[in-house]
């Protein structure tokens, strides 16, 4: 998962980005809405957290921008106030979440995934495949109840596909996921993450690894 956030003050913006990254979630952080909306016009990201007081424009006019510019990525808006009127604003504005400040590490985590759930058409936490279960919540997975040992980006693979179950993920669309338009390496990682994925998943299983690849295409997690 990678998450534009957009806050201009440095102490807040640097403890969130260290909340973020601690859960494992890849963070690009900007302080103007200007850049704000420059970024997520031209770059992947799963989530934008927005805080409404920025130096050059508020966040609901980065917000009105976005939806106006027709970027559907889901925003959270996060700041210090917490007048109903700005909450009902932000949210009539296309805003997904509205937390205020001070807030609980684990109910922003919490919130944060549940959107990106929602905007993937994903209700649950979980995504089960045979004997392989994927927690999106946790960023974990394991067979009957082992443990899958995972690095971030091959998580990050599995996650996509656990998102789209059933469906074709392209390279392409693996390499957006992994790393969202910026330094992104050859598309033939992407085979390398999957053998890798495969390897551990078929070694818990007995055999199976439930990837299927689509011949030119991509890749499908399916129960085989």
């Known amino acids: ?19 973020l990254e601690s859960e494992g979630i890849d963070v ?22 927005l805080d409404l007081m920025l130096p ?23 700041t210090g106030l917490d007048e109903l009127d700005h909450k009902v604003r932000g949210l009539g504005s ?9 807030f609980a590490k684990d109910e922003l985590i919490a919130r944060l995934h549940a ?12 995504v089960s495949i045979g004997r392989l279960t994927v927690k999106l ?6 067979v009957d109840g082992e443990p899958v040992k995972l690095t971030g980006k091959e998580f990050g693979v599995l996650e996509l596909l656990a998102l789209r179950r059933g469906q074709t993920v392209t390279k392409a669309q693996f390499i957006n996921h992994l790393y969202g338009g910026f330094d992104e390496p050859d598309l033939k990682i992407i085979d390398v993450f999957v053998c890798k994925l495969r390897r551990k998943i078929a070694k818990l299983t007995g055999g199976q690894h439930y990837i299927v690849t689509e011949w030119g295409r991509g890749y499908t997690l399916r129960d085989e």
């Not at 959107?115 to 979980?126: T, W, Y």
């Not at 919540?137 to 394991?142: L, R, V």
Request: without cysteine; proline residues 3%.
């Open 56 to 78: 050059d424009m508020d966040g609901h006019a980065v917000l009105r921008s976005l939806r106006d510019a027709r970027v559907s990525t889901p925003v959270m808006i996060l």
């Open 115 to 126: 959107i990106v759930r929602r905007s993937e058409g994903h209700a649950e936490s979980r």
């Open 94 to 102: 296309g805003a997904d979440d509205y937390i205020t400040k001070p």
């Open 137 to 142: 919540d946790d960023q974990t997975a394991d």
């Open 1 to 19: 998962m990678r998450i534009l956030l957009v806050e201009d003050d440095p102490s807040q913006a640097a403890s969130l980005q260290l909340i």
């Open 28 to 49: 690009e952080r900007v302080e103007s809405g200007e850049d704000a909306v420059e970024l997520a016009r031209n770059f992947d990201f799963s989530l934008v957290i």
